[in-house]
Structures are given as structure tokens and as C-alpha cells.
């Protein structure tokens, strides 16, 4: 199927040229939108061994689409899994991953520091089934290992972790993965597979909400698992297709159309943030910022060591209280007071009472989400702009 040798290509080549693929049906090279819920079955024999698995065949969306199966192929050949299996959402990814693993009296180890969502997944819902979450500071391997008994069916990472960017060395977790005999999730959400791969440092599957960078455009609802085939196989035939969290054929292409330039927007996102961080570091108004390219990062080196870029996202604690936030936010102008991120357009929200509001405040003060911290998703615009944003709406704080 592939025009050329793509084993030896470049990630951004990678991108543009995906998995080799046209519509094997028409030869269209931008894969159609397969707007179907059903399938003709040619005769009653066909349908019948096409439920039975003796020949392939689509049946029903639910169950496969050809557009879905477009942006596994290449969230897959991306991430260098075997096989992935897309959701309608990053919660349905993730909430799928963990009843794949768990059962009514198993738990499983955390970091601490997670997308609000994931959160409240695993202290509010998942303890309605019996199944807890051990949330650590993951950035102290002890507690890692400590958490760890013979229920623990699995440990999930989130690096660099919503919204204080902590980063979890993976490699050092994978060893302790192996060593318990337990699998290793990852949220690669932030970095995305242009700048870390945690297959490749010992993880078993990797998780992501396709929402942020892997859509990039802000127009789509979305999530991905990669891993084994068996893996992927199993959450396909038990979890995907019973719980019924399905992506939509539109929603499909678009996130094959936005891998297409994730390499170039990624590059950009960092360019941009790079300079934001170092702009904001040396502000007489800003007292921290946290970004895992800056050497006063806490875990500057693990970023060096298993990531080949920093990501677009920065968070900071301005001075001057909450109010000062607030006016910070209510005052800039190209960024976009709005949660989710990755996106092609700057956007700005607070952590603690926006996307993190379902941590509590004790939860809140030992992940370091203070009242005054800010975060920001650096989009692609000129950065000469977004500094100059948030110069101006600076300037309007008192402190
Ligand atoms: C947004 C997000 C999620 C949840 O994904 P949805 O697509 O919103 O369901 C999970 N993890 C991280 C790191 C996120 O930023």
C-alpha cells in the first residue's frame, strides 16, 4: 500500500504521508467520511461469516468504520504500537482502559497531579464499582512502589501532567511495572507522539484525548488508545462495542486531517512557548512559572532525558491574588478565556476553579494548583503577538 519506504522517514514525513493509505474502494487519498451506520452484507452466507470471523468485513459503526479505522492505522504507526482503538471522547478512552484492567476490589496507582476529569473518574465514579485509585506524587518512585500490592492491576502516568506540566520519569516506571507484572498506561496527551513515545520507554498503552493537539483545530470531541493488538482487540470486542463510547465518521477524518501537520504545529506550539515562558520568567508581576523546557523546572533533566521537545503549555502564579488573575484574564484579548488546549488559537483558563474545580481544596493545595495559578495553551500566532497580549493585560494588574 505504501509509496515509499516509510520505515526510514522522518515523524513530520510520518505525518503527511500516514500509513500508507488511499480508500482502497475509490483510490480517494483523503480517506471518505464513511457516513454509515450499516453495511450490505452481499448474501445471507457473507453476514453470516462476517459474524462468525471466518471473513472481514464492516457490519454496523458501532462495531468498525472505515474512517474510524483510518485514524487508528495512523494514531498507531505514529505512536510505533500495533494497533489503537479510537473513542468519542479522551474519558471514554480512559474510563474503557481502566474496566479493561480492573475489577470489584482491584485498585491501581496514580500520579497525583491528573486532567480534573480523569480526577474525579477515579475518586468519584470508579469507587462506585469497587475499584480505587491510589493517587502519588509519582515524581518520589518510592511512593510508587509503596502503593503497589496484590491488587494493583495496573499503574497510569499523566506526563507532563495538567495543569503544573510535573513530569514522571517513565522508564524508571515501566521497570517497576515489569517488575510487579502490571501494565503501564500513559497520557501522552500534552507532548503528543512528536515529543515523547512512551511505547518506546517501557509503557504498554498510551492513552490521549485526540481533542487537544491530535485534532489541533479545537473542532472536535475525541480519544485514542494504542497498544498490543490482543490488547487492542480485547477493548475493541468487550468494551468499545458494549459500553458504546464510539468516535463519529466526521470526527474521524478530522483528526486524520489535523496528524497531517501535527509534526509543523508542534514545532510552532513549542517555538512559541519557549519564548512565552522565558518572557514571563523574568516578570516583575509573575512570581513562577512552570515549564519543562526552563532549567528551574523541578524535573528539567527527566524532560531532557524522555522528551525530544517541551510541548506548548506553560502555567504560572502571578502576584496579587486571585483578583489579579481574574484581571489578567478578563483583560487579554488574543488568547481565549476557555479550557481544553492544543489548540491552533492561544487560550488562557484557571485551573482551580475551571478544569481542576473537581479536586478539593486540601486536594488542590498538595498538587500545587494554587488560587493564583494561571494556564496558558500556546496556540500558533506570531509570538511577537502573544507576548504583547500578555504585556498589555500585565501591565492592568495591580500588585
Ligand atoms: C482533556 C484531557 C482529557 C480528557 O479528554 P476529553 O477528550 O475531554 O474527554 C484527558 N487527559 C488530559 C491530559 C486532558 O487534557
Known sequence: ?????????????????????????????????????????????????????EEEGYVYTRIGNPTQ?????????????EAALAFGSGMAAIS?????????????????????????????????FNIHAREIDSTNLENIISAIDDKTRLIYIETPANPTLTITDLKEVGEIAKKHNIPLVVDNTFPTPYFQRPLELGADVVVHSATKYIGGHGDTVAGIVVGKKEYIDDLRGNFLRDLGGIISPLNAWLLVRGLKTLAIRMERHQNNAVKIAKYLQFHPKVKQVWYPG??????????????????????????????????????????????????????????????????????????????TLVRLSVGIEDPHDLIDDLSLALRKINV
Do not use: W
Request: include cysteine.
Open 294 to 371: 526552563l532549567t528551574t523546572h523541578p524535573q528539567h533533566d527527566i524532560a531532557n532525558k524522555q522528551m525530544s521537545g517541551y510541548g506548548g503549555m506553560i502555567a504560572f502564579e502571578i502576584k496579587g491574588g486571585k483578583k489579579a488573575g481574574e484581571k489578567l484574564m478578563n483583560s487579554i484579548q488574543l488568547f481565549t478565556l476557555a479550557v481544553s488546549l492544543g489548540d491552533v488559537d492561544s487560550l488562557i483558563e484557571h485551573p482551580a476553579s475551571m478544569t481542576h474545580s473537581t479536586y478539593s481544596p486540601e486536594e488542590l493545595a498538595e498538587v500545587g494548583i494554587s488560587e
Open 1 to 53: 500500500m505504501s509509496k515509499i519506504n516509510l520505515k526510514k522517514a522522518h515523524f513530520a514525513t510520518l505525518c503527511v504521508h500516514g500509513a500508507g493509505d488511499v480508500d482502497q474502494a475509490t483510490g480517494a487519498l483523503s480517506i471518505p467520511i464513511y457516513q454509515s451506520s450499516t453495511f450490505a452484507f452481499k448474501s445471507a452466507k457473507h453476514g453470516a461469516n462476517i459474524f462468525s470471523g
Open 96 to 128: 474503557s482502559v481502566i474496566l479493561s484492567y480492573c475489577q470489584a476490589g482491584d485498585n491501581f496507582v496514580s500520579n497525583n497531579t491528573l486532567y480534573g476529569g480523569t480526577h474525579s473518574l477515579f475518586v468519584d465514579t470508579l469507587p462506585r
Open 69 to 81: 479505522e483510518a485514524f487508528e492505522r495512523e494514531m498507531a504507526f505514529l505512536e510505533g504500537g
